[in-house]
């Protein structure tokens, strides 16, 4: 599985972006997809996922700013972002799981200016 995000860049303090990623192939709903993140000289941290069936699952910097939804006809998930803070600055990592394998994308880097 190929993912391919896309939607990252420099946004202000307050502002928002949404990101999206789209699968090589066929994701079934129930298969989880999601976002990752890594802020420079820290871990890789969870932002949110997302399978049909259960609520999704955000970290708790982001609750209540981001959302996450899913296109599956288009194998897409997204990720909107609002009042974009710069601690939320990092490489954003599209990620599924099939088959008990992860995958990652090429991640795409968000920079929030203060």
């Known amino acids: 599985v190929q993912l391919q995000a896309s939607g990252g860049g420099l946004v202000q303090a307050g502002g928002s972006l949404r990101l999206s990623c789209t699968a090589s192939?066929?994701?079934?709903?129930?298969?989880?997809m999601g976002w990752y993140r890594q802020a420079p000289g820290k871990e890789r941290e969870l932002v949110a996922t997302?399978?049909?069936?259960?609520?999704?699952n955000y970290g708790d910097s982001v609750s209540g700013r981001f959302t996450i939804f899913r296109d599956n006809a288009k194998n897409s998930v997204y990720l909107q972002m609002r009042d974009l803070q710069a601690e939320d600055t990092g490489v954003y990592y599209c990620?599924?799981?099939?088959?008990?394998?992860?995958?990652w994308g090429q991640g795409t880097q968000v920079t929030v200016s203060s």
């Open positions: 997302l399978r049909s069936g259960r609520d999704a």
């Open positions: 192939r066929t994701i079934l709903s129930s298969v989880v």
């Open positions: 990620y599924t799981k099939v088959d008990g394998a992860a995958y």
